[in-house]
């Protein structure tokens, strides 16, 4: 057996397999960017605002996108390409500074007890992480039960705190606007008048939680 002697960062790509309600496998209809690994001698870690392609489903529609620009595609079962949904000119670009602060996010790790420093491999590995230019457009991708695709902005481990603007595409494929969901409340579904998810407290437990969604135009 040969392993792959590619170093830096790699993004293999990922096939989109369709499955029948019996769990049985039909056919592979294509595939998806994958998600980016960096790859150094002594580490495998996701890289500095990794981006990742991400997928999900409504009404026989397969919407996916590859993260790297604020674009979603939106598929037929066959795998055929049924309309390209963007918000044009959205602003990606890093700063130094931006990328800098989340180098040292990385090494703000948590330590094992009575270990002082994390490992001198560690630290060159990600000193030796790429610099990248732009970061994913988002880091989820949900269509609820109306066909209104829901986008969360990508944040780096440097970046958050702050509350989440998902933002929100109709089901023409406009963009609608965004909404404002707190830190501490993570996102699992989204219905027609409500927003299912997980709330943590200030004990860091854990609660499923529902909130309600009211829409505007009504």
């Known amino acids: 057996m040969e392993f792959s002697e590619t170093y830096g960062v790699v993004r293999n790509p990922e096939a989109l397999v369709l499955y029948d309600l019996a769990g049985v496998r039909r056919d592979s209809i294509g595939s998806t960017p994958g998600g980016e690994e960096y790859v150094a001698e002594v580490l495998s870690a996701p890289p ?29 079962p066959d795998g055929d390409t049924v309309r390209i949904l963007r918000i044009p000119d959205f602003p990606l670009a890093l700063t130094p500074q931006q990328v800098e602060a989340e180098r040292e996010a990385r090494l703000d790790i948590e330590l094992p007890q009575g270990v002082a420093s994390p490992p001198p491999h560690f630290v060159q590995a990600v ?3 790429p610099s990248p230019e732009t970061r994913p457009a988002y880091e989820a991708l949900l269509v609820d039960p109306t066909g209104a695709i829901w986008l969360r902005p990508f944040r780096g481990m440097s970046e958050a705190g702050e509350p989440a603007q998902w933002l929100v595409l109709g089901p023409d494929g406009s963009w609608l ?14 219905g027609v008048d409500e927003v299912l998810g997980v709330w943590t407290d200030e004990m860091d437990v854990q609660h499923p939680q529902v909130r309600r969604l009211r829409r505007g135009g009504g």
Do not use: C, N
């Not at 981006?51 to 598929?75: F, N, P, W």
């Not at 969901?181 to 993570?186: K, L």
């Open 177 to 190: 606007g965004s909404v404002e969901i707190p830190e501490d409340f993570r996102v699992m579904d989204i």
């Open 127 to 129: 000193k030796d992480m």
């Open 48 to 76: 500095l605002f990794q981006k990742e392609a991400l997928v999900d489903t409504h009404e026989g529609r397969i919407y996916t996108g590859a993260s790297d620009r604020m674009q979603i595609e939106e598929l037929a």
